[in-house]
Each structure stands twice: as structure tokens, then as C-alpha cells.
């Protein structure tokens, strides 16, 4: 039987954009979110910095791993995302920045909001009405309800709905129909 792994999400929304920002020069770049191939895994490593076990999450059957790219340079991934297609919702397992995405040196900004816009839109894509839910840290419950537009369930559930779904999938995808 395999572990279950009951993962808190701490990724922290450095700022909401329109796609990323370098955070040196303000410049903004488009993204393509796709899925994750088993090449990629190759460099997606804790020894090249990675904090989780992405073989791992890819190997789940129930679940989809994403990665965030610039357009037109689809070989650096910029964050990585977990999620698995529930009955009423997506729900998001991890959400991570790349290391050089982490920290005060970090090279660009707006890479966990961009992927949580894709969770829900992925949620309308599947019939979900946006809606996508997710475990928190409990020190990083208020920080998602002011950036996501979440709402704390109870215990460290943390929801959102369709509403604020509409805001961050307009922030980050320009002229999708829903």
C-alpha cells in the first residue's frame, strides 16, 4: 500500500502579476503551463534544489503534475505543481518555485499565483465551477485568503471558489472563455 502523503502547502504569493516578473527589471514574460514529462524529472531533483520528491507525485496515478515555463523557452521550469481531479473540485497535493524563484535572489515573481490561476482554471476546464481546495499551513491561512481570495473551511482546508477563481484565472490567462 502506498503512503499517503497529507501534504500543508507553504508557498508563499509573492505578488499577483500578469504573467511572471523579473524581479530585477519589472519585465513581463508569458507562460505555457504543461504537463510534466519523465525527462523533465531528470533535473527536477532535491539535489538541484528542489524541496519535494516530484518522481514521486508524478508516479501517482490519480494525480497530474504541471510546470510552469516562459513561453519560447519551455527547457527552464520556473514552479511545479500537483494536482488531482476530485469529484466536485481540483485539489492542489504542491505547489513550488524553482529555486532560483525562492528566496531574496530570486529571479521571478508572480510563479505560485500563476499555477493556483491554472488550478482553477483546470477546474472549469473539468466542471469543477473553478473551485479548488487545498491544505495550509495554519500561520499561512490569512496571507491565502488576502492574496487567493480563499476562504478558511476549518482546520487547515482552504478553499476557492468560484468567484475568486474568475479574478486570478483574468489576472494570469487574457481572453479565455470559460
Request: glycine letters at 6%.
Amino acid at each position: 500500500m502506498k503512503k499517503e502523503e497529507n501534504n500543508e502547502l507553504d508557498f508563499l504569493v509573492d505578488k499577483l502579476t500578469n504573467s511572471i516578473e523579473n524581479v530585477v527589471t519589472g519585465d513581463s514574460f508569458q507562460t505555457v503551463v504543461s504537463l510534466v514529462s519523465t525527462s523533465d524529472l531528470k533535473a527536477i531533483t532535491k539535489k538541484n534544489g528542489w524541496l519535494f520528491n516530484w518522481k514521486f507525485e508524478h508516479k501517482q496515478p490519480e494525480r497530474e503534475v504541471y510546470k510552469l515555463t516562459i513561453a519560447g523557452n519551455q527547457n527552464v521550469v520556473q514552479g511545479l505543481m500537483c494536482v488531482e481531479i476530485k469529484q466536485d473540485h481540483v485539489y492542489m497535493h504542491l505547489v513550488e518555485n524553482a529555486p532560483f524563484n525562492r528566496g531574496k535572489a530570486k529571479m521571478y515573481s508572480g510563479v505560485p499565483g500563476n499555477l493556483v490561476a491554472f488550478a482553477c482554471r483546470l477546474s472549469f476546464q473539468r466542471g469543477h465551477e473553478g473551485n479548488v481546495s487545498f491544505l495550509s499551513k495554519t500561520d499561512l491561512i490569512d496571507h491565502y485568503e488576502k492574496t487567493l481570495g480563499a476562504f478558511h473551511f476549518g482546520g487547515r482546508v482552504m478553499i476557492i471558489e468560484t468567484k475568486s477563481a474568475i479574478k486570478l484565472i483574468n489576472r494570469y490567462f487574457k481572453n479565455l472563455d470559460l
